[in-house]
């Protein structure tokens, strides 16, 4: 056809379906639990099985998290929401039904926020069609010698479904979109949000809109990518299913109204998509009300005391560390990015010392590191706000110097002892007493003539050599000496010796 002659540009685009476990003891419609990580088929029931005479009860911690995280992304509750059977066939669904809502979702409209990116590009939003509640499947398991298993353990599970429109034009903006989800749902307590455990699962819907140069906008037939386990696989499949359909159209011409949807599935090891089948429409499904569970009414009330319960989320909390702590961006976004837990933890210390700029250095440096090297919790570390603020007050006052402030957390760490007692123990203290200090400066420097030789000959840098001396002070005062304190009596004894 030619095409290739009379393309100009195409807009990449991304719709978004993502499944999020919630975070509940017992299944959406039972008490069996929802541990991870069992032996295959020992958390299974009657019900999650569909086995006949049984009869499904909602869970109702499933459905308060599913509408706080509806209410925190601004969407519309829908006042009457009911349950629908979706009919088909697979091996980890025992009913041949899964629960789910069809028509009537508790929730449509809303938008997920798309970060900045540090190339400049995302920001704004990606709108929310709707978020529907449902119970998970079973998982296959193909084991060797072309025999599958079924495990059964998940069957069941309260899942949430959030379903985007398609406004991600960058699979790098889908990305950050998904990464932000995780980080909100984290701070809402909604889900752990594994995807290595299952908990956040993402597929991908993408096509292209090819512009020509006689004006003509042609929309390649949509794909739907399945099997993504990473945030990193999301943006790749991404990116490799627009080359492939890019160059697929430019080989056969065909466009959305050409071909149904297709549903492929992204191998990580290989880097490709590869077919899987052709999309089942709703229509598939032969939906029809859930005769076994009543509606749900949701009021006013219960609504206001869900609202209540969301506190600040990382988008806003990013901002309020700017403008009320004087953070760059970057600091505030690696707080906040940590969790809430991290993202307290600073709140507190910063209001108690008054230094928010310190607070922020020392937790990225300090504790933030000690957590990752023990791979530990910031609760079990045994530092407390307030022991923390305690420190960095001191190191402020000059009873410490920095160095010295640093060992003293790391023995906190270790140990669990208050700052006051290791001091007190390890004989830590400044030494800010001018003329003493004068006094092993000008003992340095005499000790040391040759230095004075590579000042006047310039054969060292200036600073080499004063960095030099300011370390030869500090070993000699066994590093209490105050640093800054030694950088301006060592600048005066050499200007006074003519260097």
Known sequence: MGATETIM????????????????????????????????????????????????????????????????????????????????????????YQISQYDLPFSTGGSLPIPERKDGGGGGSVRLTRIHLEEDTGKMIHAAGGMSEVDLNRAGVPLLEIVTEPDLRD??????????????????????????????RCDANVNLHIRTDDGTKIATPIVEIKNMNSFSAVEKALHYEVERQFEKWKDDGLTIHDAHKETRGWSDPDGITKPQRQKETAADYRYFPEPDLVPVEVDDAWIARLREEIGELPMARRSRFESEYGLSAYDANVLVEQGQDVADYFDAVARETGEAKLASNWIQQDILRSIKEKKIGLSDLHVDPASLSDLIKRVKRKELNTNQGREV?????????????????????????????????????????????????????????KGWLRGQVMKKTQGKADPELVVELLEARLTELGH
């Not at 699979?171 to 290595?196: F, H, I, K, N, W």
């Not at 023995?411 to 007190?424: N, S, V, Y």
């Open 9 to 96: 540009e195409y807009d990449i685009i991304i719709g978004l379906e993502i499944h999020v476990q919630l975070q509940t003891e017992s299944k959406m419609f039972s008490g069996c639990g929802t541990e991870f990580g069992l032996p295959p088929n020992t958390q299974t029931d009657p019900v999650s099985l569909g086995l006949p005479g049984t009869l499904p009860v909602m869970n109702g911690k499933a459905f308060n998290l599913a509408l706080k995280t509806a209410l925190a992304f601004g969407a519309e509750i829908a006042r009457f929401t009911k349950w629908d059977r979706k009919n088909y066939y697979y091996p980890d669904l025992p009913k041949n």
């Open 171 to 200: 699979p790098a903006d889908a990305r950050g979109c998904l990464e932000e989800l995780r980080l909100t749902l984290r701070y809402l307590g909604v889900s752990d949000c594994e995807m290595q455990e299952g908990s956040l």
């Open 409 to 465: 957390l790391s023995k906190m760490i270790d140990t669990g002892q208050a700052a006051e007692t290791i001091i007190a123990e390890g004989g830590y203290g400044l030494i800010g007493d001018r003329d003493a200090l004068a006094a092993v400066v000008a003992e340095t420097i005499d000790a040391n003539p040759k230095a004075l030789e590579d000042l006047a000959g310039g054969k060292k840098k200036p600073e080499a050599v």
